[in-house]
């Protein structure tokens, strides 16, 4: 049952990753192929191009799997300032409508690059021939993934309370660091405060202390 429990959380863990995953290996990848264009340029004195196009390609890929999975973490960068300084019932409700304008302009954004796509035909990348379209294809299949993934969001957001807030949590706790910064503030005026000990007094040399006796 354990190995069961074990199998079927590291698959939900794959699951609500993936992107990231992805991503990452897309950016390991981009990174090698520039470490190969760098030594290959100064080192041979020769220069493979389609490292650059190829590297290109899949930046595309690796920043739209970073929306995707900023989505599911709530790591888009967004002015909370208003959202803080409202009640959660209300940050809440702002929260689902920035969703649903998220959700509207995926679905608009990728009925643009469907239009540019069915437009490209046969036309493909200059070095590797790759189709264009199956490039420009990586941007309105990541958006709808990142809009499947907003709707669990808005799933999660719905059932959420102040004391089950989750991801929507900041980053950066600003209130818990300045509470923090008082508590050692208080801390070292204490310790200021304290009077010397005897054991704490600096000893008198003993130098001193003969010439004193004579």
């Not at 897309?26 to 090698?32: E, Q, R, V």
């Not at 796509?117 to 590797?128: F, Y």
Request: charged share 20%; aromatic share 10%.
């Amino acid at each position: 049952m354990e190995k069961g429990k074990s199998g079927k959380s590291i698959l939900l863990q794959i699951l609500n990753n993936f992107e990231i995953y992805i991503g990452t290996v897309l950016f390991i990848i981009i990174m090698f192929l520039l470490f190969l264009q760098v030594v290959s340029r100064f080192v041979f004195r020769h220069s493979f191009t389609w490292t650059e196009e190829l590297a290109i390609a899949l930046s595309v890929g690796m920043v739209y799997c970073g929306v995707s999975g900023a989505v599911t973490h709530r790591k888009h960068l967004r002015i909370d300032a208003l959202l803080e300084a409202v009640p959660f019932k209300v940050k809440k409700a702002l929260l689902i409508i920035s969703d649903v304008i998220f959700i509207a302009f995926n679905f608009y954004a990728s009925y643009l690059y469907l239009t540019i796509i069915k437009n490209l035909r046969m036309s493909a990348t200059s070095l590797l021939r790759i189709p264009k379209r199956y490039l420009y294809a990586i941007i309105p299949i990541m958006l709808t993934v990142t809009s499947v993934r907003i709707v669990f969001d808005i799933m999660k957001l719905v059932k959420e309370t102040p004391q089950t807030l989750g991801a929507s949590k900041p980053v950066i706790d600003t209130d818990a660091l300045e509470a923090e910064a008082k508590q050692i503030a208080a801390e070292r005026a204490a310790k200021m405060n304290e009077p010397f000990k005897a054991s704490d007094s600096p000893s008198i040399p003993a130098e001193k202390d003969r010439e004193e006796s004579k």
